[in-house]
């Protein structure tokens, strides 16, 4: 089965940027998409599409994908921004949806 | 505008069975699938599978195939998901979800807490 993999933590100052990658086979091939999390919140989605934010989604919240890493960039990070992170991708080969296994991005 | 809005809480025995509900609005019920989502405490996501609304045709994960019940009313555009034989582990916030135009998930239902324990 599909694996995607994302480190389990990163850091930030805030004003500072943060990336959060997410590594699969051949993921460049696949449309990707990012959750943030709050504790306590269901997943909101912050990209789709590899690069396209929803409508209401800050534009400091950007997406890019190729060869084996996609990427969400928070730029200029808030306290705000604290959260987990999620990627997902549909796996075409099963029919199935997976997630990764999550960031906790933490402003420091 | 659209709307999941799911069960309350539920504690349970080992053993035992629990269905959540996950009531729909703000868009034709049967023209979407629903898909179920686990999070374990302080763990990730973990995509259970998802149901037609159209043909009430479930499509499961590997994992929780045999356990799990997912069925779709669309006359009251309410989607279910049965969970048989609770063991502690299963002890997890379910959210229900609706894709959106292509494989994202915009939409989301509050989650419920199923809790296992004797």
């Known amino acids: 089965s599909y694996v995607l993999t994302q480190p389990p933590s990163v850091s930030v100052a805030p004003g500072q940027t943060a990336r959060i990658t997410c590594g699969g086979n051949?993921?460049?091939?696949?449309?990707v998409y990012w959750y943030q999390q709050k504790p306590g919140q269901a997943p909101v989605l912050v990209v789709y599409?590899?690069?396209i934010r929803p409508s209401g989604i800050p534009e400091r919240f950007s997406g890019s994908n190729s060869g084996i890493t996609a990427t969400l960039t928070v730029s200029r990070v808030e306290a705000g921004d604290e959260a987990d992170y999620y990627c997902?991708?549909?796996?075409?080969?099963?029919?199935?949806?997976?997630f990764g296994g999550g960031t906790k991005l933490t402003v420091l | 505008q659209i709307q999941l809005v799911q069960s309350g809480p539920e504690v349970k025995e080992p053993g035992a069975s629990v269905k959540v509900s996950c009531k729909a609005s703000?868009?034709?019920?049967?023209?979407?699938?629903m898909t179920w989502v686990r999070q374990a405490p302080g763990q990730g996501l973990e995509w259970m599978g998802w149901?037609?609304?159209?043909?009430?045709?479930?499509k499961y994960a590997q994992k929780f195939q045999g356990g799990v019940t997912m069925t779709a009313d669309s006359s009251t555009s309410t989607a279910y998901l049965e969970l048989r034989s609770l063991r502690f582990d299963d002890t997890a916030v379910y959210y229900c979800?609706?894709?959106?135009?292509?494989?994202?998930?915009?939409?989301w239902g509050q989650g419920t807490l199923v809790t296992v324990s004797s």
């Open positions: 979800a609706r894709l959106g135009s292509n494989y994202a998930y915009p939409y």
């Open positions: 703000g868009y034709r019920f049967s023209n979407y699938g």
């Open positions: 149901i037609s609304a159209y043909t009430a045709i479930a």
């Open positions: 051949d993921i460049g091939s696949k449309s």
């Open positions: 599409d590899d690069t």
């Open positions: 997902q991708v549909w796996d075409s080969s099963t029919d199935h949806v997976v």
